[in-house]
Every structure is written in C-alpha cells, then in structure tokens.
C-alpha cells in the first residue's frame, strides 16, 4: 500500500532587522533561569554571544558561553561541547549562535544533558546505535549567523565521525529547535564568496526539495516509522516556490553589492522559506555528492574563507554537480524541472531541448556570482570519479529521497559531466 500521509513540522520563528535583540525575552517566556550560549569563536570574537548574553541578564535569566564550537563539528568536537556543558551545568535552555556547525553542536548538547547513554549511541546506525531520544528536550533558540544552512529549521546535526572516517548525524524530530531567530542584520558582513556558496545552498535546498520523490511514492509507514524527511508534499512545496522566486530577485545582488539591506533580508527570508520546506521533504542528489567533493578536496581555498584549511565550502561543493544531477532527474518529474527554472530566471528563453532549461539556468547563475565551473575547478579529475561515486553512495538516506533510482554508473556520469560545466 502507498503512503498517504504526510507531516509539517517546523519550529516558531522571529524574523526581521532587529529580531536578535530581544532572545532574553523569549527565553524568559520558555521559562528559562539558566541559559547556556553555544557558539564558534569567530562569533565569539564578534561580540554576539557576550551581547545575547547580556540581553538575559535582563530578564533573570543566568547566562554561560560555551565558545569552542568546531566549525564543521566531529564527534570529538560535539564532545568536548558535552562534557563542557556537564560540568558547568545544570542548564535549562540553549541558545545556539552562528552557523550550521554551532546549530548541530547545540542540538547534540541538547539531547546528551537531557536524555542517558553517550553521543554514539543516537549517531545514524550503522555508523552508530541509532537510538531515538526517551526524554523530551529543553528549548533551544537558533540564531543563524549565515544565510544558508537551514539548521535552524531541521531535526537534523552532522558530524564527522573521526574513527569511521564518515560523516553522518543524528536525526530526530526532537532535536529540532524550539525557535529560530532570523536577523538579516547579522548577515550584513558575510562576505561576497561566503554569500555565493551559502546562497546556492539555499537553492539547492528549494530544489531539491521541490524535486524530490513525492511522499505519495513510499510504501505506507506505520506512525513510530515515520521519519521528518517524507517527500515532495504540498506544504513543502509552497516554501520552495517562493524561495525560488526570492533567490530570483535577490541572490546576484546579494553578491555583489553585500551593503545591499534589502537583498540581505530576501536572502535571509529565502534561506528560511527553504528551510521550511526541504526540512521536511528531504534532498537528494546534489548534496548526496557534496560530502564525498568536501570530504576528498586536496588543496582547495576559496576566497572569503578562512585560509588555513584546503575546503570547500558546503553549499559550493553541492552546486557543483546540480546542473548535471537536475539533467538526470528530469525524466522523472519534467514539469516540475521547467516550472523551477522559469521561477529562478523569469525572462528565460527555453533552450529547444527542456531537460537543458533548469541545467541552463543554474549555469548562467553560477557564472555571474562567480563559483568554480565544476568539480574539475576544485581540483579533481576523472580519475577520481570512482572514490566520489563511492562517497555519494554512502549517503542512502539522500540517494534514496531521488525522484528516480540513481546507481554508481548513473552518479558516474554526473561527476563525469559536472567535471567541466562551461
Ligand atoms: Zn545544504
């Protein structure tokens, strides 16, 4: 029997210039007297987190800073986050300050003070034991400090598990945050490399949401199998529309003129607008493929990133192969491909072959803001296609949310053509 059901979830949101001046009266409101602040120390040395600190103080609520957040977090990083926070607890509340890293970190700080056992056990089997939560969790706040991750909106938080050499997470309806505050004035110094990548993960999210296999294409679930990622359904695909059409107007500007306020907040609200839908739809193919590109890079630095560390960037790594993953599902779902491409480029010719006009459009968007032509451009070449045809395939859970059946040759011949994209 196919599914017929469908869940929404998503946490309360405050958005708006501002919105991140008044987190102590929200935390009072969710009957905290003990807050800890998660954050990376970047942020920190930004002066945010001492200033949402000192907002509670305001209300009667205790404040600590946790500010050893690994951006990009493992399993040793998240850790150390716990046993920091055991032994300067108890705490009753969470506030997480950054982006996606400091987010994931503070929904597993969340779970391991408020539920038994240790980090590994609700790590995604096989990687870990794949235990859900047995207590409810206290309300953590997200403050996204990038446009982009979504991680304020989803149940989810990745990590590198250092010993298994893979990076997976922990996934459950209960990790998502409580409230999510979304301030575009705190994405204004974000610069114009770090806008790009992140801006073309907030599309990647819209459309691969948008395209992936509807919830009506799974087998019937039982309610304790249901999982936050069900599919394409209608709610999700409303926030995926309108975030295209966001992105539209506002992503080149956003880039290249950072000072642009009204830009700023039409991204911040895209990242949000997709947040909301592909956190409960799920993505597939582009971002199955990210892990394995960042995962594997040997001496790539991007402008706008710290330099110290060969990377790239998540939301570049899974804009690389989109074009050509979108080429392949087109079959599957072509309406949908064409209606995605018009919403992103409005004044577009069609090409005269359509599983082209998406492929097209994201071509002419990544060339105009400046990203690598392909995963050649971020050092690799065909004779690496077998060790990242590997790495996409570790991520079933991704691959699976595809409108259609991807294998190993299929996802070879997308890294094969992505290699060079113009
Ligand atoms: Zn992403």
């Known amino acids: 029997m196919t599914e017929s ?17 008044e987190i102590g009266y929200d935390l009072a409101q969710l009957g905290a007297t003990r807050a800890l602040v998660i954050t990376d120390p970047g942020v920190a040395a930004s002066g945010l987190a001492e200033r949402v600190a000192e907002q509670m103080a305001r209300f009667g609520v205790q404040a600590a800073i946790f500010d050893g957040v690994h951006v990009e977090p493992t399993d040793a990083s998240m850790q150390a986050a716990i046993d920091w926070a055991r032994s300067n607890g108890p705490f009753d509340a969470f506030v997480a300050v950054g982006g996606g890293s400091s987010i994931d970190t503070a929904k597993a700080v969340n779970l391991l003070l408020t539920n038994p056992g240790e980090l590994m056990d609700y790590v995604n089997a096989p990687v870990g034991g794949g235990v859900a939560p047995v207590n409810v969790l206290h309300p953590l706040v997200a403050v996204p400090t990038t446009t982009g991750t979504g ?23 209960r990790l998502r945050p409580t409230l999510a505050v979304v301030d575009p004035l705190l994405t204004v110094t974000q610069p114009a490399g770090v806008t790009a990548s992140a801006g073309m993960d907030i599309l990647c999210h819209a459309l691969e949401s948008y395209t992936a296999a509807p919830y009506t294409a799974k087998e019937r679930k039982q309610p304790e199998q249901r999982v936050p990622y069900c599919g394409a359904n209608p709610i999700s695909d409303m926030w995926s529309e309108k975030a295209l059409s966001l992105l539209a107007t506002h992503f080149r ?70 074009p050509e993953a979108f080429r392949f599902t087109f079959a599957a779902a072509p309406q949908r491909h064409l209606r995605a491409a018009r919403l992103l480029e409005p004044g577009a010719t069609a090409p005269s072959d359509d599983a082209s006009f998406l492929p097209d459009v994201l071509v002419r968007l990544m060339r105009d803001i400046e990203l690598p032509a ?18 996409a395939l570790k991520q079933q859970r991704l691959l699976a949310t595809a409108p259609r059946p991807v294998n190993a040759e299929d996802l070879g011949g997308i890294f094969r053509r992505a290699m060079s994209l113009w």
Not at 377 to 391: E, M, P, T, Y
């Open 5 to 21: 059901v469908f869940t929404y979830g998503a946490p309360a949101l405050k958005f708006g210039d501002g919105a991140s001046d």
């Open 151 to 173: 991680a304020e909106s989803t149940t989810i938080c990745v990590m590198d598990v250092l010993a298994q050499r893979v990076k997976t997470g922990i996934s459950h309806q």
């Open 253 to 322: 500007r956003a880039v290249t003129d950072g000072d642009d306020l009204d830009a700023r907040r039409g991204m911040a609200m895209a990242a949000t607008f997709a947040g909301l839908g592909f956190g409960n739809a799920g993505v597939h193919i582009p971002h199955a493929n990210a892990y394995p590109i960042a995962g594997q890079v040997r001496d790539f630095h991007p402008a706008g990133y710290p330099a110290d560390e060969p990377m790239v960037p998540h939301g570049m790594a899974v804009s690389l192969t989109a």
């Open 374 to 391: 392909g995963v050649g451009a971020v050092g690799f070449n065909d004779s690496d296609v077998d060790d990242l045809v590997d790495g």
